[in-house]
């Protein structure tokens, strides 16, 4: 079945950096695209961005264009974001999302756990 | 890019009907058959009710529909059911390549 496994979260002081992984399984990543979206503590979601299925495209919501760079390895069926600069504003919980296909525009219909990001000083 | 504009809360008694509303511009909801709508209960990752503004996926009640008219996409839930109380969600795709979200409401099964 389709399994969406996320980790790399943790406390971390504004400024520093932080890479959240996503491990995917039971599909073949390589024919999705994939999002992270995050939703900080009892707040709404918000789409973050979007990595086409062979990564030669990728989006990004403004608040985080230049600090957040997402990222896939298919032959380790891996899905990554990289974060720096983290703000406070940062903090809240990161979700992998599968697309329905390859197309960036599609909706996400496998989302992961979720891994908790707090910026703290 | 501004959060989709969602009633804050809605409610009705079981076997009644709701409708979650979802206002966006021309640039997102009006602009695209790409709206998408999610449940959320307390705890638990997001799940897909309906994509491309209509479409069920496997396994979802049909009692979940969804609509559009102009900037304004629509879900009605028919029959409520005390497990339909959650958090909900719209989407859209936008003219930049991005996706935003709704405000999100919360569903009350009185």
């Known amino acids: 079945q389709v399994q969406l496994v996320e980790s790399g979260g943790g406390v971390v002081q504004p400024g520093r950096s932080l890479r959240l992984s996503c491990a995917a399984s039971g599909f073949t990543l390589s024919s999705y695209a994939m999002h992270w979206v995050r939703q900080a503590p009892g707040k709404g979601l918000e789409w973050v961005a979007v990595i086409s299925y062979d990564g030669s495209n990728k989006y990004y919501v403004d608040s985080v264009k230049g600090r957040l760079t997402i990222s896939r390895d298919n032959s380790k069926n891996k899905l990554y974001v990289q974060m720096n600069s983290l703000r406070t504003e940062d903090t809240a919980v990161y979700y992998c999302?599968?697309?329905?296909?390859?197309?960036?525009?599609?909706?996400?219909?496998?989302w992961g756990q979720g891994t908790l990001v707090t910026v703290f000083s | 890019q501004s959060a989709l504009t969602q009633p804050r809360s809605v409610s009705g008694s079981p076997g009644q009907s709701v409708t979650i509303s979802c206002t966006g511009t021309?640039?997102?909801?009006?602009?695209?058959?790409?709206v998408s709508w999610y449940q959320q209960h307390p705890g638990k990752a997001p799940k897909l009710m309906i994509s491309?503004?209509?479409k069920r996926p496997s396994g979802v009640p049909d009692r979940f529909s969804g609509s559009k008219s102009g900037n304004t996409a629509s879900l009605t839930i028919s029959g409520l059911q005390a497990e339909d109380e959650a958090d909900y969600y719209c989407?859209?795709?936008?003219?930049?390549?991005?996706?935003?979200f709704g405000t999100g409401t919360k569903v009350t099964v009185l």
């Open positions: 989407c859209s795709y936008t003219d930049t390549y991005t996706f935003v």
């Open positions: 021309s640039s997102d909801v009006g602009g695209y058959n790409y």
């Open positions: 491309d503004v209509n």
């Open positions: 999302a599968r697309g329905t296909s390859t197309w960036v525009q599609s909706p996400f219909d496998y």
